[in-house]
């Protein structure tokens, strides 16, 4: 009888601790679920190393096949009444009379607010001759397109007049890119169009 009682005894114990393992195991893999929130829900979970390797991670520096704009030989030089030279230590003047506008000088954006539609920029444009409060509502184009990849193509405002002892007046968008990356930005205004490329970093 003794050796009865013994051997139950072993049996509920046996069976108690396969269900602490059970629970652990389901304990562990819940864990692992949600440390992978970020992944589709219906992702194999050996995928998912994949899928953190290839979210979108750049460098401040933009890489050799990013054609970032830079200086032109001669260096264009604003007319007057503007400043020859960009008025921001960072930037330089970059295409015409008819059309300019002010490129960084190490060819980055980097740290732009971040809202749901994008990174958000504003991109000044200038014009012989014109005058912010002549022309409120300038008829400027602007278009943008990723250079290295696929994506949505650059939102852009309605243009806008911008005017300040500095900069003079000029012309205003505000710009969105959909993602980080190397992007072209063309402007149209008048029968002059200008197109500069930056790298968008994080």
């Not at 954006?109 to 971040?114: D, E, M, N």
């Amino acid at each position: 009888m003794k050796r009865l009682y013994s051997f139950l005894a072993v049996l509920i114990l046996a069976s108690l601790l396969g269900g602490c393992a059970s629970s652990t195991n389901t304990q562990s893999k819940e864990i692992k679920a949600v440390g992978n929130s970020n992944a589709p829900a219906d992702m194999p979970e050996e995928s998912n190393a994949a899928y953190s390797a290839t979210s979108e991670t750049l460098s401040k520096d933009p890489p050799a096949a990013c054609p970032i704009t830079v200086p032109q030989e001669p260096l264009f030089t604003a007319p007057a009444p503007y400043s020859p030279n960009s008025p921001f230590d960072w930037d330089f003047w970059y295409g015409s009379n008819s059309l300019w506008t002010a490129v960084p000088k190490n060819g980055v954006w980097f740290g732009l607010p971040h809202n749901p539609e994008g990174y958000t920029q504003k991109v000044f444009w200038w014009h012989e001759g014109y005058i912010w409060n002549e022309e409120p509502e300038p008829d400027l184009i602007v278009t943008g397109e990723r250079l290295d990849t696929p994506a949505p193509p650059l939102i852009v405002s309605k243009a806008t007049n911008a005017y300040a002892s500095d900069i003079g007046s000029a012309m205003l968008v505000g710009v969105d890119f959909p993602t980080l990356g190397c992007w072209k930005i063309t402007g149209q205004y008048k029968k002059s169009e200008l197109s500069f490329v930056v790298w968008v970093a994080p």
